[in-house]
């Protein structure tokens, strides 16, 4: 049984920069990804960034070039590092884990994700 716990959210001005983490305990996989996503109020959760075990990596273009997912080498912890942040990033922001059972490219299709965490707050002004 896995648990993800995301942390590293808060309160930023337009311009500024986050950087949330996302720590994964129990069971460990050969093949996974580990997406990130957000959900502003009133709008429905949206995919931002994934990579995979591999390291290759997907962004939604609206992140595209001020945000960067990595990995931890040991393989526990999954970073999402948010630069130039805008007052549209604001939401809360999940990290997901998908199981693939071999090598896939990474995705942000949210039904692909077994495992989530309870998110952590981002707000921009």
């Known amino acids: 049984h896995v648990q993800l716990v995301e942390s590293g959210g808060g309160s930023v001005q337009a311009g500024g920069s986050l950087r949330l983490s996302c720590v994964r305990s129990g069971d460990s996989f050969r093949w996974y990804s580990v997406g990130w996503f957000r959900q502003a109020p009133g709008k429905e959760r949206e995919g931002v960034a994934s990579?995979?075990?591999?390291?290759?990596?997907v962004y939604a273009d609206s992140v595209k070039g001020r945000f960067t997912v990595s990995e931890d080498s040991a393989k526990t912890t999954t970073y999402l590092q948010m630069n130039n942040l805008k007052p549209e990033d604001t939401g809360l922001y999940y990290c997901?884990?998908?199981?693939?059972?071999?090598?896939?490219?990474?995705?942000?299709?949210?039904?692909?994700?077994?495992?989530w965490g309870q998110g952590t707050q981002v707000t921009v002004s």
């Open positions: 997901a884990l998908r199981l693939t059972g071999r090598a896939m490219p990474p995705t942000l299709a949210q039904i692909d994700f077994v495992r």
């Open positions: 990579m995979d075990n591999l390291g290759n990596s």
